[in-house]
Structure formats: structure tokens, C-alpha cells
């Protein structure tokens, strides 16, 4: 059966429809609603990586991933209030920037959680998403989006000192054993007993490969992985690491040469990290990891309203 908004036919009668031009307005309110609560200035990547990261399926909703993608995208966005405030047992982190051509970021050591740990393997319910603004040539037909940012996120057995006198290495530490949790093929294909939780409402899993995505989204929960994928991606003594890196299609490389135009792609990417089980303060404890780790960091400004009431 299908479900649709309530409209007016050309008849005049009541009739149920589906499609953008409903959409799209409900979307956009959410989205200027967003922006109004935010202090920060007018930023239209945040809000949209804001809008997909809080996006969730209905949980009536029975698909297959790739089906529920292709017909409902990447699901309904939460209330802006939603959005912006995590509870103690998740915490959310945002990293904002413009990526220029030829370079990489890696951040070794990332702060995940130690209390999400249990028996030698680090566990936990992890969304991140990353959208960023492609160069566009409506002249490319199918390619005509000429620019992508791929992300790896996951864990490594231990750094490494690089020659960065050869041409291809760029930075002087590395790391040995390195293992992408993004990575369809190393979770169960059992059906999840879960299906009215994270595996039914929240999980996303794309293999995107290196097609030129500017929007990807993935949410996993770690205890989905094959035993011997947990062996070797989720033992406790490996470090987290994140990756990002721009690749760009010949023609705006070769149009960028000719007309010395500087290549670059903004971008953010939301990562949350998540106790399904409610009982570890995982927002205190990565919080006191980024200032031990001396990163540079800040709340995201908020602006707050002051309710104002008289007794009569």
C-alpha cells in the first residue's frame, strides 16, 4: 500500500502522492530550522552532512539495504533538537575543511572510547558520514561529477616510520596492518535478530568503491562482524585511525592544468560513536582522549533561547 501526503487531485478530491515537490519543502523547513539554532555562520555542507548523518528508516519499513537506498535514500532527518545534542552514551564528532588537491588527511590515534571494549575486542555502534562539494561538468554527461573524496575508517596494528624522501609517500609515520570497518564484505550476512533497532532504523552499509559519491553515509555496529574479521580488525591492542583523500577525474585535472585553476573540495564528515547498550559514558570519555591527545577542537556553537514567564 502505498503511504504519500494528503493532497488535492484535479478533481478536487483528497488523494495520497509521493515525490520531491512534497518533500523538498518538509526537508528545507528542517534545514532552516537547523541553521536557526545553530550560532555559527550560514554553512550549507554542515547542514546537509547534519541532516543525513541524523537520518533514520521508518521501522515499518522491511527492505534490503540496497533497496531501501534506491527508494528512500538515506531516510527522514530527526527534529533539529535531536540532531544537535547527544545523550552521555554517544558522542559526536565534526570535521569541517577544504581538502586541496594533492593532499591527504590521516589522523592516527583516533580517540575511540576504551570503555567499549569486551572480551580483547573493541565493540560499539558507529555512523559516519561525509559530504562534500564536487566539481561539476554538465558537458561530461554520466561523469559529469569530476571530483570525490574517499574516506577509511578503522583500525591498525602499529605506526611506522616512511621514507618521505620517495616521491609517493607524503607523510613520514604509516602504519602496519591498516583494516577499514567501512567494508561490506567483512560483515555477517545472517540476517540481524535486532530488526527493530539499529539493524532495521539506523544501519547503512554502501560499498561505493571508486564511484564519485559526494554523499556517503555508513552505520555499523561492530558485533556484526565475522568472527575472524573481529580477529583481525577489532583486537583491543590495535589503534584507530581516519582517512581522507580527494582523487579528481582527467578532464578538470587537465583543465585545471591548462587554465591554472587550484583544485579543491570542501567537505565535512560526522562520525558518532555509540554504547548500544546505554551504560558507558562514552561522550566524557572521548572528550577527555581529545585533550589528552592535544587535539584542537570545539563545541559546535548553539544558540540558546531563554524562555521568559511571568506568574499571573
Known amino acids: 500500500m502505498k503511504n504519500g501526503m494528503i493532497s488535492f487531485s484535479p478533481t478536487g478530491q483528497l488523494t495520497k502522492k509521493v515525490g520531491t515537490s512534497f518533500s523538498t519543502p518538509r526537508v528545507t523547513a ?25 537520518s533514520r ?13 534506491n527508494q528512500l535514500g538515506f531516510g527522514m532527518p530527526e527534529k533539529p533538537i535531536d540532531i544537535l545534542y547527544n545523550n552521555p552514551h554517544e558522542i559526536t564528532l565534526v570535521l569541517r575543511y577544504n581538502l586541496k588537491k594533492s593532499e ?16 580483547g575486542f573493541f565493540k560499539g555502534q558507529i555512523s559516519l558520514t561525509m559530504v562534500n562539494s564536487p566539481i561539476l561538468e554538465g558537458g561530461q554527461g554520466p ?8 574516506v577509511n575508517f578503522g583500525t591498525y596494528d602499529n605506526k611506522k616510520v616512511r621514507d618521505i624522501n620517495k616521491r609517493t609517500i607524503k607523510n613520514p609515520i604509516g602504519r602496519d596492518g591498516a583494516k577499514n570497518i567501512l567494508t561490506s564484505d567483512i560483515y555477517s550476512k545472517k540476517k540481524p535478530k535486532d530488526l527493530e533497532g539499529f539493524a532495521r532504523a539506523e544501519k547503512t552499509l554502501v560499498q561505493y568503491g ?19 574479521n573481529k580477529e583481525d580488525f577489532l583486537d583491543d591492542s590495535r589503534s584507530w ?11 578538470i585535472e587537465s583543465k585545471a592544468e591548462n ?21 558507558k559514558n562514552v561522550y566524557d570519555e572521548v572528550s577527555q582522549l581529545l585533550e589528552n591527545n592535544n587535539f ?17
Open 241 to 251: 585511525c581516519l582517512k581522507l583523500e580527494g582523487f579528481y577525474r582527467d578532464f
Open 30 to 54: 528542517i534545514a532552516a530550522d537547523l541553521n536557526d539554532k545553530l550560532s555559527e555562520d550560514f554553512d550549507p555542507v554542515l547542514l546537509k552532512a547534519l541532516l543525513i548523518h541524523s
Open 296 to 312: 584542537i577542537h570545539r563545541n559546535i556553537k548553539v544558540r540558546q533561547d531563554i524562555d521568559i514567564s511571568f506568574d499571573s
Open 57 to 69: 528508516y521508518p521501522t515499518e519499513v522491511d527492505l534490503q539495504m540496497n533497496d531501501k537506498i
Open 143 to 150: 561523469e559529469y561529477c569530476q571530483s570525490d573524496i574517499q
Open 259 to 279: 587554465e591554472r585553476m587550484a583544485l579543491s573540495q570542501e567537505f565535512c564528515v560526522i562520525i558518532t560513536i555509540k554504547d548500544p547498550h546505554q551504560g
Open 104 to 119: 591527504f588527511i590521516e589522523i592516527l590515534d583516533f580517540p575511540y572510547p576504551p570503555s567499549l571494549q569486551e572480551n
Open 210 to 228: 571508486r564511484k564519485y559519491y559526494p554523499n556517503k553515509k555508513y552505520a555499523v555496529d561492530l558485533n556484526d562482524l565475522t568472527p575472524k
